[in-house]
């Protein structure tokens, strides 16, 4: 398979993601914009990983790193948008913005 698939579904995750935080106000789709762009990092990481024919795996170790960092960031912003929302109750960033 030719390195510019992955390379593309990875650059239309990222383009994907970067819109999900940029332009959403909800707190929960900003992170899940952010987690689309994690998966696009490691998408990249396995594909140059298989292209350049790593004995070691490097890419394939970064990527678990990643998912590791991943898995840790959202259970850490899932509590961060929880105690958010009890606190003010709503998870709208504007909002959020404008009553503190």
Known sequence: MPL?????????L???GVYGVLARRNAVLMLLGVELML???N????????WLGDEIH????????????AAAEIGLGLAIILALFRA??????DQVG???
């Not at 998408?43 to 298989?50: I, P, T």
């Open 4 to 12: 510019l698939y992955p390379l593309v579904l990875a650059a239309v």
């Open 14 to 16: 990222f383009g994907i």
């Open 39 to 41: 998966n696009a990092v």
């Open 43 to 50: 998408l990249n990481l396995v594909a140059f990983d298989a």
């Open 58 to 69: 490097t890419g394939q170790s970064l990527t678990l790193f990643t998912i590791a960092i």
């Open 88 to 93: 003010v109750r709503t998870i709208d960033v």
């Open 98 to 100: 404008a009553q503190s």
